[in-house]
């Protein structure tokens, strides 16, 4: 039985006197789009709110902005062997534990917060275990969504476009003498 | 209902049939209906037609679901074929899925397979290498495996012959192992490139050169290719996908429509081909026989002539398969050698670098080929302690390293305003010589059957003493020539990955002059069986250590070209 499931039926169970943390348990389901994971639609949600602070909106849309929490799960669902995934899913459900009251924060304090747990290491114990598998759960998530944000169609069509024929070879140009680097085709 | 089969025989007769529709195929195809052979071509995958069966051709990055990475899934359910540099998403319906066609590793042996229309010949590196006599002359000076029937004066018309017709841009670099040949315009190598040529003349005269690769792209003379429905390169390297301008050759861009057009050609794919006919009474092949990939109906199909070009280790199949009570062992099988003397190219080691120089240049634009470095190890004279030598790939880049520390505003600008670039990288890989061997060999697997009720083919090729020592020099003199021209943190790598991964699996069906030692004849001819030609990879007596395909081209041409010579005495 999922963990939140188990305590929201202790909770009903005791009268409701169980503590619970703040957060909105009547949606969370089991996402079936990403069937290897059992990913919860609040988990879906954190990840959402640490994608938005590795890559905030602004002028510039950010990485909520254009679904990346959803590209990030395509790929770990998908592209991931099931020791990673594993992995991953330790440290999305450790994470609240590590980063209490993670999403009442103010935005440095959250970048703090991912930047510390990404240097997280794991040793034999049970709460190593889990400090492992919050900073590869940390570091997988920045990779894709820097992958997510930056090969999305918004980026690679408004923003930085990408070009299909980069024309001819040169193969001794200055760097003074060009404008912008392009990174796109 | 005798009048009908014998109508029903009469409309599946045909004047040539070809076995296979990649790049040795097409090209035999293309010959025989230039000539007005009426030709039937069987090609065991599905059609995959220029252009209109191209997917993703023009898909952007953010088109493919995973970026153009293979599934977890895909790569449990195809461990050989997912080793392969180009089984990507953007590409991965040209490939073979392992369970498709199962064979037997007795050992390992990455099997690398295209089957539809046009074969291979639409994810090939489009490397184009002419042989030369040191290449042809290897075995005779070198005592191994047999002497080549034929040299370089037999083949360099048919060399010009198909390099005219494909597109092949190149350099005259007036090198004597790697001749000239009819080039377009070179592709530029970039400074860094050039900075390494010139220190290798430095360091070593006039021993050994890196030159732009011969690559069949098209880069020059558009009017001409017009005629084919193709048009210049576009520098994309999207190339895996299919060319929608036909910039590379492909025998789905050129060849194939080329023969279509004749008049002359049809082409049934979906036809597994299970063997050869051999008639005891007239002592000659008479047709195919094939199984339907949707009906799994046995089906026959005659003519007087047979070109097998099925790739490589699938020839050797088909002739092993190919039994009667003549040739018990295999079509043509007389010396018993027929799937032995299986050769491939070593691609084991790599070694890669810096170069602190040059800090203030980039490149611009693409292109579709990079450095190259032909044979120099044992050229002359035998200088080492291994038989023969290596060419390899060379190639300079650089590239804007967006900066991805820290997360949140500050990572943002930082991704979308790259202004660091990185250092240049340089890198090499070997190609190295095989020698071929009666104890690498290919046979039929007694018992298990693909999914055509075929019997699996059991590889059992492996590495030699030979090879080793030439992974070792080959490291050791790429670090030298590195550390000579000043490249910095260099780095050497062998991955002994299996044989096969290559994708230049060649001979068991080769030339030589003697019946008793080879299957072949000069003209590609069976020695027993005169009407059946086999000019692919199968055929190669040596591998030497250029990409071969251009040689399988120019076979198939001349062997066309006997083929129709011989019909009219």
């Given amino acids: ?185 | 209902m005798a009048n009908l089969n014998i109508r029903n025989k009469q409309e599946r007769t045909y004047e040539a049939i070809v076995i296979g529709s990649g790049i040795s195929g097409s090209w035999a195809a293309k010959e025989l209906c230039d000539l007005g052979v009426k030709t039937l071509m069987l090609e065991r995958g599905r059609n995959v037609e220029h252009i209109k069966d191209y997917p993703t051709t023009n898909m952007l990055p953010y088109e493919f679901e995973h970026r153009g990475q293979i599934t977890q899934a895909e790569k449990d359910a195809n461990p050989v074929v997912s080793k392969c540099y180009a089984f990507r998403e953007d590409a991965k319906h040209f490939f073979v899925k392992d369970a498709e066609h199962p064979y037997v590793q007795e050992k390992p042996f990455d099997w690398i397979r295209g089957y539809q229309v046009g074969g291979k010949s639409l994810l090939w590196a489009r490397q184009v290498q002419r042989w030369s006599d040191f290449d042809f002359e290897g075995p005779a000076r070198d005592g191994f495996a047999v002497d080549w029937p034929i040299r370089y004066k037999d083949i360099a018309s048919w060399y010009s012959h198909v390099e005219k017709f494909a597109g092949v841009s190149g350099n005259k670099d007036g090198l004597p192992n790697l001749p000239d040949g009819e080039f377009l315009p070179g592709y530029d190598l970039n400074i860094v490139e050039k900075h390494f040529q010139e220190q290798l003349k430095k360091n070593y005269g006039n021993d050994r050169h890196m030159i732009s690769a011969r690559c069949a792209h098209i880069h020059g003379n558009a009017d001409f290719y017009a005629q084919q429905g193709r048009a210049m390169c576009q520098n994309r390297n999207l190339c895996q996908r299919g060319c929608p301008f036909g910039g590379y050759f492909s025998s789905n861009s050129s060849t194939i429509p080329w023969a279509l057009k004749t008049g002359n050609l049809t082409l049934r794919p979906d036809s597994v081909v299970h063997s050869i006919i051999y008639d005891e009474e007239l002592g000659k092949a008479t047709g195919v026989r094939i199984i339907d990939a949707h009906s799994k109906e046995m089906e026959e199909f005659y003519a007087p002539v047979i070109f097998l070009n099925a790739a490589a280790l699938n020839s050797n199949l088909i002739l092993l398969n190919s039994t009667s009570s003549r040739f018990p062992n295999g079509l043509g099988n007389d010396s018993g050698l027929l799937g032995k003397y299986v050769a491939f190219h070593n691609y084991r080691a790599g070694v890669s670098a810096q170069h602190e120089g040059h800090s203030e240049y980039t490149t611009s634009g693409g292109r579709p080929t990079s450095g190259y470095f032909p044979r120099f190890r044992n050229l002359y004279k035998q200088e080492t302690d291994f038989l023969r030598g290596y060419a390899a790939g060379f190639s300079a880049s650089r590239g804007v390293r967006p900066n991805t520390e820290g997360v949140g505003m500050e990572l943002k600008e930082n991704l979308l305003n790259p202004d660091q670039y990185g250092p240049w990288y340089v890198g090499s890989h070997m190609m190295g010589e095989t020698i071929p061997k009666e104890s690498n060999y290919v046979t039929l697997d007694p018992n298990l059957k693909d999914p055509y009720g075929m019997p699996q083919l059991k590889i059992s090729v492996d590495y030699d003493d030979n090879d080793e020592k030439m992974v070792k020099d080959y490291l050791e003199q790429m670090t030298e020539m590195f550390e000579k021209a000043g490249f910095t943190n260099i780095r050497t790598r062998d991955d002994h990955r299996a044989p096969g991964l290559d994708i230049h699996e060649m001979g068991g069906v080769r030339m030589g002059k003697d019946p008793k030692t080879s299957l072949l004849n000069a003209n590609h001819q069976l020695h027993a069986v005169p009407n059946v030609y086999v000019t692919d990879g199968a055929s190669m007596t040596s591998t030497s250590t250029q990409n071969p395909s251009l040689t399988y081209m120019a076979f198939a041409a001349r062997a066309a070209h006997h083929a129709v010579s011989e019909s009219k005495k």
């Fill in chain 1, 1 to 185: 039985m999922n963990r939140r499931i188990a305590l929201r039926h202790l909770a009903l169970i005791s009268g409701g006197l169980a503590f619970i943390p703040s957060c909105d348990f009547s949606s969370d389901d089991i996402l079936s789009a990403y069937k290897n994971l059992k990913i919860t639609q609040s988990q879906k949600q954190l990840l959402g709110n640490i994608s938005n602070v590795i890559i905030p909106a602004g002028e510039i849309k950010g990485a909520l902005d254009i679904e990346v929490p959803d590209f990030i799960l395509v790929m770990v669902n998908d592209c991931m062997d099931s020791e990673q995934q594993t992995l991953f899913t330790t440290g999305i459900t450790a994470f609240p534990e590590f980063a209490k009251g993670f999403s009442s924060l103010g935005n440095k304090e959250k970048e703090a917060i991912i930047l510390s747990g990404q240097k997280l290491e794991g040793d034999e114990t049970e709460a190593g275990a889990n400090n492992k598998a919050i900073s590869f759960f940390l570091n997988t998530t920045k990779r894709f969504t820097i992958q997510g944000y930056m090969a999305s169609e918004y980026i690679q069509s408004e923003v930085i476009p990408y070009s299909l024929i980069p024309g001819a070879y040169n193969g001794s140009v200055l760097i003074s003498d060009i404008q912008k680097p392009r990174i796109n085709g």
